[in-house]
């Protein structure tokens, strides 16, 4: 089977966010070909809440769905379908904006260093304008698969028999949580007609078989195609996140919260927001 060879390190960039909230994009807002279906990923994590405590009050959304993964820390979560609840350290929470949905999320002071993901995922075009929905997936819910020097935890896909609690996704993603043992070299098997993506956010990897170039906390590497992910953890071992999903290949109009198809699409939304009809029945 094909390995699947390094495409390009994605650094990032430190941005304010939010009410003014501090974190590390790794990717978003540039060329949604190379990652498509995904749109953006943020990396936040700090153990000053001067910068994060402002949060994300109310805002909208449309055409997309967002996936937060809290490492650590806590935030309170209220949106226009009446949900609300806080997810804590390990907890997943799964917003599908569909036609549209008004959300706020504001961290909680934590002792601690907060951390976590947050990803945005597109929706096809014949599914922007599904019903919006909100899951809360609890640390206790999503299982563990495990392999020869590797464990993962397996948010939403299937690995090795092990299906994870987030279901009924429509672009069919997987979102796992990879730990590789200290000096362990593993490959894992994906699905060749998927974009895939790691971030780590532990230790350090190689993902090529040459070694040619180190994958450090904050940083994320794009692989070419391929049937095998190959990762050589450092001596202190790695952990990251995997994401992977067939690309859709539709075009994209997005601006701010909003994504869509076509420019046209993307005023009828702003319009339909600044007039207070974009919630729909």
Not at 65 to 77: A, C, N, W
Request: proline share 6%; charged share 25%; net charge neutral.
């Amino acid at each position: 089977m094909k390995t699947r060879k390094l495409k390009t390190v994605m650094k990032g960039n430190w941005v304010m966010e939010g009410a003014g909230v501090k974190l590390r994009r790794i990717f978003g807002f540039g060329d949604t070909s190379l990652t498509d279906p995904f749109l953006l990923l943020d990396n936040f994590g700090s153990a000053d809440p001067e910068d994060y405590i402002a949060g994300f009050p109310w805002h909208p959304h449309r055409g997309m769905e967002t996936i937060t993964y809290m490492l650590e820390g806590e935030v309170e979560h209220r949106d226009s379908l009446g949900n609300m609840g806080v997810i804590k350290g390990g907890q997943v929470q799964w917003m599908t904006a569909g036609s549209g949905i008004v959300h706020q999320e504001m961290p909680k002071a934590y002792e601690g260093t907060m951390r976590g993901f947050q990803l945005w995922a597109n929706l096809p075009r014949k599914h922007k304008m599904t019903r919006p929905r909100y899951r809360d997936i609890r640390a206790g819910d999503i299982p563990e698969a495990r392999g020869p020097g590797w464990s993962m935890k397996v948010i939403c896909g299937e690995y090795a028999g092990v299906k994870g609690p987030a279901e009924d996704i429509v672009i069919d993603p997987w979102y796992f949580d990879v730990k590789a043992d200290p000096g362990a070299e593993i490959k894992l098997a994906t699905r060749p007609e998927d974009n895939v993506l790691v971030c780590v956010f532990e230790g350090k990897g190689y993902f090529d078989k040459e070694k040619a170039q180190l994958v450090e906390p904050g940083q994320a590497a794009l692989l070419g195609g391929g049937e095998t992910l190959f990762c050589a953890a450092s001596e202190e071992g790695v952990r990251f996140m995997l994401m992977a999903a067939k690309p859709l290949g539709e075009p994209v109009a997005w601006r701010g919260p909003i994504v869509m198809n076509t420019e046209t699409e993307l005023k009828v939304a702003f319009d339909e927001y600044r007039k207070g009809t974009f919630i729909k029945k």
